[in-house]
């Protein structure tokens, strides 16, 4: 549990571990989340390569961290729902569902992206 009482400094650094530390849970439990990194490995140097303008270039890869940062909180909310209990419940089923939806949705985003840069 995080140190209610660090402050400064000591806070961010706390922040920074606890950061790391859910990037490494995700990267060890949530396949989905592997891909996409794969996905944003790959796409980066085709981002710097075929993106004609900075700008065309941030929104390229920022597309990609896009699914990503979505990635992690779709995992964040499966987490909480799966610790409450395995139980089938109606309104579990639906947050799950929701995360899934926003999940496809960023990656619709991406790919709608991509094909108005490079089109």
Known sequence: MANQNAKG???LVNACFFS????KATWE????FRQEV???VVATPLALWLGETAIEKLL???SI???MLV???????????DRVGFEHHELSGR???IGSAAVMMSLTWAAITWAAILI
């Open 9 to 11: 400094f000591k806070r």
């Open 20 to 23: 790391a530390a859910g990037l």
């Open 29 to 32: 439990h949530e396949e989905a």
């Open 38 to 40: 794969v996905l944003f």
């Open 60 to 62: 390229l890869i920022g």
């Open 65 to 67: 961290v896009l699914v």
């Open 71 to 81: 990635e992690l909180l779709n995992t964040a909310v499966e987490a909480v729902v």
């Open 95 to 97: 947050a799950k569902d």
